[in-house]
């Protein structure tokens, strides 16, 4: 364990970029975690990549049509929309896919007091109908938004949101303004228990600090999570399901 803690310490010190992959969760019963996998020591590059190889499952492409690749793409930091192609790109990667069914995106971060509007969620729903353009996406959907603020959104989009979820847990039931319009316009409730902040800044560099405490962890910011979920789509089975994460070294 220290020979690997001082490897990827010293990997870590020269790198600008950390991505993060846990491959199928699922698998990690009869596995052992190992970071980094894809460099050698003698090797310093700039862009690490962090994988638990052995869990890495891509989708067999004579299956593909049978199974639902579904993502939620969790802003942490704030950094510019490109964020969004990176993400999706990665996943697209990662499983072996040329597009995923339905990218849902958390609400953006935004200051203590702030009210979350059209202005905050425009970067990145633009980056989203790009990639639905593209055809790197089906659908778009969003999280956790009132009323006014998905009308708001869906006037103003091009591409429209095909779905929203809400949290239970903060309202109890459906806002009634909520469910008319969303039935007017066709756009599905889902219903979801994420924490209002998956994660932060301070909750991963006290994580990555008691993996390799020779770090400066206090350098590196994590800027999005991934979440995704494969299913069968006949049997409603999850076949796969994983994170995946990008932080940069802070500008000094």
Same mark, same amino acid.
């Given at each position: 364990?220290g020979?690997?803690?001082?490897?990827?310490?010293?990997?870590?010190?020269?790198?600008?970029?950390?991505?993060?992959?846990?491959?199928?969760?699922?698998?990690?019963?009869?596995?052992?975690?190992?970071?980094?996998?894809?460099?050698?020591?003698?090797?310093?590059?700039?862009?690490?990549?962090?994988?638990?190889?052995?869990?890495?499952?891509?989708?067999?492409?004579?299956?593909?049509?049978?199974?639902?690749?579904?993502?939620?793409?969790?802003?942490?930091?704030?950094?510019?929309?490109?964020?969004? =192609?990176?993400? !999706?790109?990665?996943?697209? &990667?990662? $499983?072996?896919?040329? @597009? %995923?069914?339905?990218?849902?995106?958390?609400?953006?971060?935004?200051?203590?007091?702030?009210?979350l509007?059209?202005?905050?969620?425009?970067?990145?729903?633009?980056?989203?109908?790009?990639?639905?353009?593209? =055809?790197?996406? !089906?659908?778009i959907?969003? &999280?956790? $938004?009132?009323?006014? @603020? %998905?009308?708001?959104?869906?006037?103003?989009?091009?591409?429209?949101?095909?779905?929203?979820?809400?949290?239970?847990?903060?309202?109890?039931?459906?806002?009634?303004?909520?469910t008319?319009?969303?039935?007017?316009?066709?756009?599905?409730?889902?219903?979801?228990?994420?924490?209002?902040?998956?994660?932060?800044?301070?909750?991963?560099?006290?994580?990555?600090?008691?993996?390799?405490?020779?770090?400066?962890?206090?350098?590196?910011v994590?800027?999005?999570?991934?979440?995704?979920?494969?299913?069968?789509?006949?049997?409603?089975?999850?076949?796969?399901?994983?994170?995946?994460?990008?932080?940069?070294?802070?500008?000094?």
């Open positions: 364990m020979t690997d803690s001082r490897a990827a310490g010293a990997l870590l010190a020269r790198a600008s970029t950390l991505h993060l992959q846990t491959g199928n969760l699922l698998n990690w019963g009869r596995l052992r975690k190992k970071c980094p996998s894809t460099h050698s020591e003698e090797e310093f590059p700039d862009v690490l990549e962090c994988t638990v190889s052995h869990a890495v499952e891509k989708i067999n492409p004579d299956e593909r049509e049978e199974m639902k690749v579904s993502a939620k793409l969790f802003i942490v930091g704030s950094n510019s929309s490109s964020s969004t =192609k990176s993400a !999706v790109d990665m996943a697209c &990667s990662v $499983l072996g896919v040329a @597009q %995923l069914d339905s990218v849902i995106i958390a609400s953006p971060p935004v200051e203590d007091g702030v009210h509007s059209l202005e905050h969620l425009q970067p990145y729903w633009e980056e989203l109908q790009d990639l639905v353009q593209s =055809k790197k996406i !089906v659908a959907g969003t &999280s956790d $938004l009132d009323k006014t @603020q %998905l009308e708001q959104l869906y006037q103003w989009a091009q591409v429209k949101p095909n779905s929203n979820q809400v949290n239970l847990a903060s309202c109890c039931v459906m806002p009634p303004d909520l008319a319009f969303a039935k007017q316009f066709d756009i599905q409730l889902l219903t979801h228990n994420d924490p209002k902040e998956l994660l932060s800044e301070a909750s991963f560099q006290e994580a990555l600090q008691e993996s390799i405490p020779d770090i400066e962890a206090h350098e590196w994590p800027l999005w999570l991934l979440r995704y979920s494969v299913i069968v789509k006949s049997r409603g089975i999850i076949k796969s399901k994983g994170y995946i994460l990008q932080a940069k070294r802070k500008s000094s």
